[in-house]
């Protein structure tokens, strides 16, 4: 039986088939061993081969993922964690109080899409909140990734501002928002499909919305088309399996450039005739991209990863 993982706690997971019919299922013997760097073997949107034996659904393979949305674990390990997979559409949620992202994070789960061609957009959550300071600290967010050439949305849920264009975005694809707890997730799905029904948890001086309060990822379909997988906050998000001299590639307005730098192999760092860093000094490439470029490119790979940047 073919089926779609929509839902994973780590130790059992349901699972849909083709006809939409909803089954608990958990791993056959053998998948338990595979991949053991990661601390989930099946994830949220992986296609997969089951069998029923005596009403019980067991996970036998996945088929081959057209992407996955990957992270290293939060601890010393080098186990990683696979967040979704088979993903059209990632927006990235950003709220600039209540709690604040940092743009160390944005550009870490950015490469991390880049790196497996996942369409990225930005989403500024709960632009109800914001004082005129920092209305003018969001513009230099919208520049800051207008030069990397990343779709950006403004987005209310207490005044119904950018849920439209936020639909046709996701309609009929399979989406995933990503960001800290709190900034919004799960009252902004509830917000795009009222009938889902998530959980969210109240924060003190924004009423009507929440704190992310999902424990597990899980997909949810949309009444106007496609599905949102919906993830539990991260504090932070650190890059895997990509080789230092990889990292600029996934960076869009840093790699348009590379042609014209001197040196075939430039690192954008010290080398002479860089076109990267021409860019930067001229404000082409935001600084704070350039910076977040450097602290992934400097960091060993067994260190906890920072969780502010820049």
Same mark, same amino acid.
């Given at each position: ?38 601390? %989930? #073997? ?8 089951? &069998? ?45 109080? &209540? ?7 944005? &550009?870490?789960?950015?490469? @991390? ?5 996942? #369409?990225?957009?930005?989403?500024? %959550? ?6 005129? *300071? ?36 996701? *309609? ?6 990503? @960001? ?13 499909? #009222? ?34 997988? &919906? ?13 230092? %001299?990889?990292? $600029?590639?996934?960076? #869009? ?7 014209? $730098?001197?040196?075939? %192999? $430039? ?6 005739? $860089?076109?990267? *860093?021409?860019?930067?000094?001229? @404000? ?27």
């Amino acid at each position: 039986m073919k089926a779609v993982v929509r839902k994973s706690t780590g130790s059992w997971y349901e699972i849909e088939d083709e006809k939409g019919k909803v089954y608990e299922a958990r791993l056959k013997g053998k998948m338990r061993t595979m991949d053991l760097k990661s601390t %989930n #073997p099946v994830a949220v949107g992986d296609k997969v081969d089951v &069998d029923l034996v005596n009403g019980e659904a067991l996970i036998k393979d996945i088929e081959e993922r057209k992407n996955y949305l990957i992270r290293r674990s939060i601890n010393l390990s080098k186990q990683t964690q696979i967040i979704a997979a088979n993903i059209d559409h990632l927006f990235v949620v950003i709220t600039l109080k &209540d709690p604040v992202t940092f743009k160390g994070f944005v &550009d870490r789960v950015l490469v @991390g899409a880049e790196a497996y061609r996942i #369409p990225a957009t930005l989403i500024y %959550n709960k632009m109800d909140l914001y004082s005129e *300071k920092e209305l003018r600290e969001l513009e230099e967010w919208v520049e800051i990734y207008q030069k990397a050439g990343y779709r950006q949305l403004k987005i209310s849920v207490i005044k119904e501002e950018g849920l439209d264009e936020l639909k046709e975005l996701m *309609k009929d694809k399979v989406s995933i928002f990503s @960001g800290h707890s709190g900034v919004g997730k799960s009252s902004l799905v509830n917000a795009l499909d #009222p009938k889902i029904e998530l959980k969210v948890q109240e924060i003190s001086g924004y009423h009507k919305s929440g704190q992310h309060t999902t424990t597990y990822a899980e997909l949810h379909h949309l009444a106007f088309g496609g599905s949102i997988i &919906d993830t539990p906050g991260i504090k932070g998000f650190g890059n895997v399996k990509m080789e230092k %001299n990889e990292i $600029c590639h996934f960076f #869009p307005e840093m790699r348009k450039r590379m042609e014209d $730098c001197k040196f075939n %192999n $430039c690192l954008h760092i010290k080398e002479p005739n $860089c076109a990267v *860093k021409e860019a930067v000094a001229k @404000g082409e490439i935001a600084e704070s991209r350039y910076f977040n470029y450097l602290a992934m490119y400097e960091e060993d790979d067994d260190e906890v990863y920072r969780q502010k940047g820049y």
